[in-house]
T-cell receptor
Framework: KNQVEQSPQSLIILEGKNCTLQ??????????LRWYKQDTGRGPVSLTI?????NTKSNGRYTATLDADTKQSSLHITASQLSDSASYIC???????????FGKGTRLHILP | DGGITQSPKYLFRKEGQNVTLSCEQN?????MYWYRQDPGQGLRLIYY???????QKGDIAEGYSVSREKKESFPLTVTSAQKNPTAFYLC???????????FGPGTRLTVL
């Protein structure tokens, strides 16, 4: 069964610190992997998209990495800000059936 | 929220009543989607439409119905047959089924 697992489930860090969120998937073959940010009570917004051939992609203070061999992705947030408090969702699209599978997300809390 | 609107933001209904959630987009996207989000769960696909006058069931379509009479509109009706309707409902659209999905702000439905 195709799955997307995210860890940790929740994370609390101090403002200014860095953090890394993990995403492991079993979808194979896969077409692309996205990281979304979802503020409380809002819709998700795409941060990055990575295809099979890409290892890293940055969007400001957000850097996503992908290891297609181990089927792992990470989202690194540098110099966290209070506005980074949100849920971060990993989403994988399968190549064969074009199905999109959402992870359960990591809830990140940034403390002042 | 990228040109996708959902209304209302909060909705309360009595058990046994049908209720319709609105989703409109002005992005000229062909594909539209409805998801349900519950605490601690990944987004689950209810229905999707690749083109006007056509739609398909997602993973959890039971108790829901949709229509796609206009390209810009994809209303979702939550019927009394849906056993646990209280949830956060997200609408999304994309240029086609292969492209990035843009999400609306969501509607939180509470059935009393």
């Amino acid at each position: 069964k195709n799955q997307v697992e995210q860890s940790p489930q929740s994370l609390i860090i101090l403002e200014g610190k860095n953090c890394t969120l993990q995403c492991n998937y079993t979808v194979s073959p896969f077409s692309n992997l996205r990281w979304y940010k979802q503020d409380t009570g809002r819709g998700p917004v795409s941060l990055t998209i990575m295809t099979f051939s890409e290892n890293t992609k940055s969007n400001g203070r957000y850097t996503a990495t992908l290891d297609a061999d181990t089927k792992q992705s990470s989202l690194h947030i540098t110099a966290s800000q209070l506005s980074d408090s949100a849920s971060y969702i990993c989403v994988v699209r399968g190549e064969r059936d074009d199905k999109i599978i959402f992870g359960k997300g990591t809830r990140l809390h940034i403390l002042p | 929220d990228g040109g996708i609107t959902q209304s209302p933001k909060y909705l309360f209904r009595k058990e046994g009543q049908n209720v319709t959630l609105s989703c409109e987009q002005n992005l000229n996207h062909d594909a539209m989607y409805w998801y349900r989000q519950d605490p601690g769960q990944g987004l689950r696909l209810i229905y999707y439409s690749q083109i006007v006058n056509d739609f398909q069931k997602g993973d959890i379509a039971e108790g829901y119905s949709v229509s796609r009479e206009k390209k810009e509109s994809f209303p979702l009706t939550v019927t009394s047959a849906q056993k646990n309707p209280t949830a956060f409902y997200l609408c999304a659209s994309s240029i086609t089924g292969d492209h990035e999905q843009f999400f609306g702000p969501g509607t939180r439905l509470t059935v009393l």
